[in-house]
Nanobody, 122 residues
Framework: QVQVAESGGGLVQAGGSLRLSCVAS?????VGWFRQPPGKEREFVAA????????YYNQSLKGRFTIERDNAKNTAYLLMNSLKPEDTAVYHC??????????????????WGQGTQVTVSS
């Protein structure tokens, strides 16, 4: 049974940084980060393959957000810099079993964490 758990959210001032962590136990091919701002739909942020290390980004966030993996710890990190109030959202980590398909869509992922709140104050 695969379990996914996020941590690292919190309150930060605009311009600040946060690092989110996602631990995914069990055998999966990749993990992705999604976020859901209040009253809005879930949005793809970034993903990384455990096997190849290939990364995928929401192009509007690339440059401020970086995804990294530590296979030894079964952990993926989302490094967020130059945070803006519009980055406020619940950030979810998800894991997928398959390498094929589109990494940008939530329905391509098989296991989800509960989410961690990120609040950016102006």
């Amino acid at each position: 049974q695969v379990q996914v758990a996020e941590s690292g959210g919190g309150l930060v001032q605009a311009g600040g940084s946060l690092r989110l962590s996602c631990v995914a136990s069990g055998r999966t091919f990749a993990v992705g980060w999604f976020r859901q701002p209040p009253g809005k739909e879930r949005e793809f942020v970034a993903a990384v393959s455990w096997i190849t290390g290939q990364t995928y980004y929401n192009q509007s966030l690339k440059g401020r957000f970086t995804i990294e993996r530590d296979n030894a710890k079964n952990t993926a990190y989302l490094l967020m810099n130059s945070l803006k109030p519009e980055d406020t959202a619940v950030y979810h980590c998800a894991a997928r079993k398959s390498y094929s398909g589109d990494y940008h869509y939530p329905n391509e992922y098989d296991y989800w964490g509960q989410g961690t709140q990120v609040t950016v104050s102006s």
